[in-house]
């Protein structure tokens, strides 16, 4: 496990370097001035003279690769640049946003884990009864619904409609002090939804993984053996049939990332949706870089983890990945 994990971290610093300067090239070549964004309506009125003084001061002035190599050297050493669209460090700006995008998309997993392992192996219990039906039905439809669309949909039901749960945000409104009953309660709404839009994935390869598992002879073997249904079950084809499924944590994860960027839109979520919205709008480089950086390294975590749950489920495989 150590000598993979250590490969796979040697391989992620060229893609991250690569990545960190695609972030670059693209928002160079963007249409977007980020003086005019750091300015605003002043810009219309300010002087070629201080607008270039901005541009000196922001660092757009210099070339690709000279503002690329610089942004780099300093994030080595801790120093992620000034965001221009937030006006404040990049550090700054992540560490007060990314925990709470990190809460969502991690209740939203688990939300996505625990109800799609649990219907996929009732469904594939019973193949073909109602409850596969029903289940297998919902999952094709929720897997083509946007997760905005479920997300103003939940709205409407569940809080304009009847009014049990809150629209958005952390707190109530005029509460000044965040506690953790108003998060957990504010949660619920924005995790169920990212959840069920991760779900569909999880109880379609359960259902069928388990659902070949049970017609597997070792299974039947332990049936033959008098061994409980329960045990049958939950002992011996659960553990087989999961190991199609340990695959899609690696390759949900972009998707989690995406759908909880518009998650947070729709619920006003303080994580890092709107940094990276008025990052990408401002052409802000440094704020751009770094929360790319952070997804991509999301990315590249979950297909490291996605492997090796999958190497300690089946030893067969091992670690030579």
Do not use: C
Request: charged letters at 15%; glycine letters at 10%; hydrophobic letters at 55%.
């Amino acid at each position: 496990m150590a000598r993979m994990a250590g490969r796979r971290t040697l391989f992620a610093i060229p893609v991250l370097l690569v990545v960190t300067f695609g972030v670059f090239a693209v928002a160079d070549a963007s249409p977007f001035d980020p003086v005019k964004a750091y300015t605003g309506g002043a810009g219309l009125t300010a002087s070629q003279e201080n607008l270039d003084q901005i541009r000196a001061n922001l660092g757009v002035d210099r070339p690709l690769a000279d503002r690329w190599w610089s942004w780099l050297t300093s994030a080595l050493t801790g120093d992620l640049g000034d965001s221009s669209s937030l006006r404040q460090p990049v550090a700054d700006a992540i560490a007060e946003r990314v925990g709470w995008s990190v809460l969502l998309a991690t209740t939203a997993f688990l939300v996505a884990v625990v109800l799609g392992t649990t219907l996929g192996v009732l469904a594939a219990r019973r193949r073909g009864g109602w409850l596969d039906r029903a289940a297998g039905s919902a999952a094709y439809t929720l897997e083509a619904a946007p997760a905005f669309w479920l997300g103003l949909l939940a709205i409407w039901f569940f809080s304009l409609e009847l009014g049990v749960l809150p629209a958005g945000g952390l707190t109530d409104t005029g509460s000044d002090v965040v506690t953790a009953g108003q998060v957990a309660t504010h949660l619920v709404l924005p995790a169920a939804v990212l959840g069920v839009t991760q779900l569909p994935w999880f109880f379609l390869f359960v259902r069928q993984g388990v659902g070949d598992a049970l017609d597997e002879d070792p299974v039947r073997g332990a049936r033959a053996r008098g061994l409980s249904e329960r045990r049958v079950l939950l002992g011996h084809a659960l553990r087989s049939g999961m190991l199609p499924a340990l695959t899609l944590v690696g390759s949900r994860v972009p998707e989690l990332i995406t759908g909880a960027l518009l998650v947070e839109t729709v619920f006003s979520w303080p994580g890092i949706a709107a940094a990276t919205v008025d990052a990408a709008l401002a052409a802000d480089f440094p704020l751009l870089a770094a929360l790319t950086v952070l997804a991509t390294a999301a990315v590249l975590a979950g297909n490291l983890l996605s492997d090796l749950l999958y190497g300690l489920a089946d030893p067969r495989v091992g670690f030579d990945g």
